[in-house]
């Protein structure tokens, strides 16, 4: 990488460089100062050690000082149609609040999208700290999560047929890792914005720092088994609590995956009748997660939404290609891209459920978008449709705007991204 300076007139320049395995400390640190300054647990310091992709990242620095950090993981995502796709998940982002406000982000995200497409990765990926900060750089609203506290004590589950064939036990978090990380396995290509994990990456999900629980007890995991097989598992807290009526205690889900129905009721079943427990409080779930279906009262479960995954298309022709359409699409993109300008033109996009291609045009346009519209739309759970409504996307060609929102939808139900990075 080469070095370039940033920054405004009279102010000392701030160059890039890539990140030294010496520097991390020093790099890193930056990075939670810019988020506050609160240390990490040990074990998750350590995790994240192991976890940054070095080569990936870099610093800006002001002589010796990092006043600039971020990063980018190699992940592997799931597109509408089940392709695992080489996604930049831009990771660890944070610039020194002595520096903000004069162009170091922008300057790290000039240089960390020029990289990802020299890599050769078509997509860049992404969470974010605050909603308004991406937008300018392409990145669009693509995945969302749902958080719910549902009351227990009044609202019943109704299981499919076949649920009391699971039989359900308590395993250690640590000696099931595996298991549970082959459940989760097969259960990546199963929908949109799902990562395929790399080794070192199963210990994410089962981080438990005392200081981290509130109160609440170790992290608990029951898997559920059919025929002899680990079909799901779920991890959860309970955190009792004791008032002058009785119990009141809540039960804190982390994490729970499973390969079918009946697995996946036996597990919510058993999360809703814990003993001693009035209230399940569950966060980051699926839009479309089955326990809605099943409930006596969805009313009593305070359904919250919130935004998870960004999705930025580096290379709009193979992005666009990597993923299927649900419903024939033959239509002409006139793409806005002013960050990275290689994108910006006409697109013929001709894709049905086996397959597509996307090549620049001189045709005439049939919708006019901007690329970050596009990421939104790219996984499937944001409809073209809900975008031109809000006067973001175009029709220019009546009837091409049907078309490509039916096409764009993703068959496999809301894309969705089980944790952050
Ligand atoms: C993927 C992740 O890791 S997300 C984590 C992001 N990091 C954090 O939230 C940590 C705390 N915040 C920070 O470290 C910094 O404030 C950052 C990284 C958000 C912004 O860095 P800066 O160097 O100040 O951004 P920069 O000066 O390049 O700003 C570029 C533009 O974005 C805007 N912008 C930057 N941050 C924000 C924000 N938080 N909200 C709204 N707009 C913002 C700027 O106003 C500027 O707009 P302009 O081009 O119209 O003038």
């Not at 007139?9 to 790099?27: H, K, Q, S, V």
């Not at 240089?111 to 050769?120: F, S």
């Not at 937008?135 to 958080?147: I, M, P, Q, T």
């Not at 009044?154 to 308590?170: C, F, K, W």
Request: charged letters at 25%.
């Amino acid at each position: 990488m080469t070095t370039e300076a940033t920054g405004r007139t009279g102010l000392p320049a701030t160059e890039l460089r890539p990140l030294r395995r010496d520097d991390w400390d020093d790099w890193y640190d930056t990075l939670l100062r810019a988020f506050g300054g609160v240390g990490e647990p040990a074990e998750e310091r350590a995790l994240w050690r192991d976890l940054t992709p070095y080569e990936r990242s870099f610093g800006a620095w002001e002589g010796a000082e990092p006043v600039g950090t971020a990063g980018a993981f190699d992940f592997r995502l799931t597109v509408p149609g089940g392709a695992s796709v080489p996604a930049a998940g831009v990771t660890m982002v944070g610039v020194a609040a002595t520096h903000r406000r004069r162009g170091v982000l922008t300057s790290m995200m000039r240089r960390q999208l020029d990289d990802i497409r020299t890599w050769g990765e078509p997509l860049a990926v992404l969470t974010a700290s605050e909603p308004a900060i991406y937008g300018r750089f392409g990145y669009g609203s693509a995945a969302f999560g749902l958080h719910a506290e549902i009351d227990t004590s009044r609202v019943r589950l109704s299981v499919p047929a076949g649920t009391d064939d699971v039989r359900l036990r308590y395993a250690g978090t640590g000696a099931v890792l595996d298991v549970c990380e082959a459940v989760y396995a097969r259960t990546v290509p199963l929908r949109a914005g799902m990562l395929a994990r790399r080794p070192g990456w199963e210990r994410l999900g089962v981080l438990d720092p005392e200081s981290e629980r509130g109160g609440a007890s170790p992290l608990q995991c029951v898997l559920a088994e059919r025929d002899g097989e680990v079909t799901g598992y779920a991890r959860f807290r309970v955190k009792p609590r004791w008032t002058d009526a009785g119990h009141d205690g809540e039960v804190l889900l982390a994490d729970l995956a499973a390969v079918d129905a009946v697995s996946e009721a036996a597990l919510w079943r058993f999360l809703f009748g814990i003993d001693l427990t009035t209230s399940l409080k569950v966060r980051g779930r699926p839009l479309d997660d089955a326990w809605q279906h099943l409930v006596s009262d969805v009313r009593r479960c305070e359904l919250r939404v919130r935004d998870s995954l960004y999705v930025r298309l580096v290379d709009v022709g193979a992005a666009l290609e990597a993923r299927t359409y649900q419903a024939p699409v033959d239509v002409v993109l006139d793409v806005e891209d002013s960050f990275c300008p290689w994108n910006a033109g006409r697109w013929r996009l001709s894709g049905d459920a086996k397959g597509a291609s996307c090549s620049p045009t001189t045709d005439a346009a049939d919708l006019g978008l901007s690329v970050r519209e596009l990421g939104a739309a790219y996984l499937g759970g944001v409809s073209l449709a809900s975008l031109a409504r809000a006067g973001r996307v175009r029709e220019l060609r009546p009837g091409a705007l049907a078309e490509a929102s039916v096409g764009f939808g993703a068959a496999s139900g809301e894309p969705w991204l089980p944790h952050g990075f």
